[in-house]
């Protein structure tokens, strides 16, 4: 079922009644609907979660790159490229029945025959990440209970990184075999009390030690093209969550466009404004001699012990949330078979968005309206996964030039090629399922309910049949913005419904050029071996 529709529009300037009329009938169609258990909050946390990880700690090395004025710009406009991401996510998610929102579906509509490649990229991407999670904890593990107590330095196996990794898995295993995203909100509640302390601790250190020399700092400079462009990957692939949106998505409660983009606002911003706070406070504490972890150049003490268990805290709690995406993505994979992209894809749903005829296939899944995966196969994916992944953190020191190149293209894919591809396609106005979603929102009829929102919108109803009126006599829209302002600034809505299909669909194309762009500057700068993996 499609869940609220207003992804369509006319090419003329001024919404009509009908379009308005369509998002009443849309809005009153996702209140009817079945959806997911997760509220708001704990979206915020899961998605927050994804988002901050072990990479804030090089946020002050990055602005030592880039100068303070540029190392803010950058770290909003990675912000705001990502968060439109999300939103195109969830854009297209409307395309499908509701708490089936994938990147394998949305593949299976757009792009068939290479839904395989994107969810192998995906799985890829999030395993490494994993991986590399798993290696952090056998590395800090050692150094965090010597610094609790000098004695364990003489007991060998607390010095062994594969001890701690095995004795980590007694932690993550039962937490990746969790079905719900949503069951993990109590958990990321711990992981973001982690980071909360080590934003505490770098903010303390910022107000109580001596500051860098002025002449150490970069308030306008920047130390150059080369260390800038270098330091970028870092700060882009600091806000990659997509993998988790549309489960997210799926598991919403209430999945209207405001509760969507509220969501996406108060991760993104929340993330947005540590990594400006972390950047600015440690790079001013150390100015240009501030290294990638900047916990690691500060004295010996109870207190930076303390913050490296938080580091282990939050990564140990952040692998669950990769093991979910890439369980799906591999499921997916293995369920793939070529399609033949002649033959429109049928709607299994009515307009109302129900079943038309109730299957034990149609139950959600991760991955769209494929058949949901069963508790053998769960366990066995989930398992599969995690033996892998503990054998490649024993036998691998370091990820770090493995993953820059799968950040490089697994990041950037799922982050802003796919999301504004998808979108692009998906919804062109002589898409199959763009008439076809159309077609579902006019059969729908305006219920009781729905005509008193109908009134509350009367107003912004009366200005677009205004509007129409004035243009046909020949008022342009200028002047009579010129005299009414309000009216202009009354069309704005927090949920971006206001927005114009026609400019979502340049801004996606916009956005999936941007995401080549930033894959072809990584991958140039992992060949002269200076990127650093997230």
Known sequence: MPNYSTIAGESSGSASAGDMARQIRARGRQKESGGGQATMVSSVINLLNTIIGAGTLAMPSAMSHFGMTLGVIVIVWSGFTSAFGLYLQSRCSRYLDRGTSSFFALSQMTYPNAAVIFDAAIAIKCFGVGVSYM?????????????????????????????????????IIPLSFLRRLDSLKYTSIVALVAIGYLIVLVVYHFA????????KIRFV????PVEALASLPVVIFAYTCHQNMF??????????????????SSSIGSAASVYVLVAITGYLTFGNDVTGNIVSMYPPSIASTIARAAIVILVTFSIPLQVHPCRASVDAVLKWRPKDVSRPQARTSSPGGRPLIPTPAQSRSDHGPTAPISDARFAILTTVILVLGYIVALTVVSLERVLAYVGATGSTSISFILPGLFYYKISDPNAIHHQRLMKDDDALPLTESEGEDEDVDEGLLGRSVESVRSAASGTSAKSRTTMFPWRWRKKWRWDMEHLKPEFLRGAALALAIYGLCVMGVCLAMNLVGTVKAH
């Not at 400079?221 to 150059?224: E, P, V």
């Open 135 to 171: 290696i952090i904890i056998g590395d800090l593990m050692p150094d965090v209970v010597g610094g609790f107590d000098a004695r364990a330095n003489d007991i060998p196996f607390l010095m062994d990184r594969n001890f701690w990794i095995t004795a980590f898995m007694l932690v």
């Open 208 to 215: 109580s030690d001596v500051l860098a020399p002025r002449d």
């Open 221 to 224: 400079s920047w130390g150059g």
């Open 247 to 264: 489960s997210i998505l799926n598991e919403l409660a209430n999945n209207s466009p405001g509760s969507v983009v509220g969501v996406i």
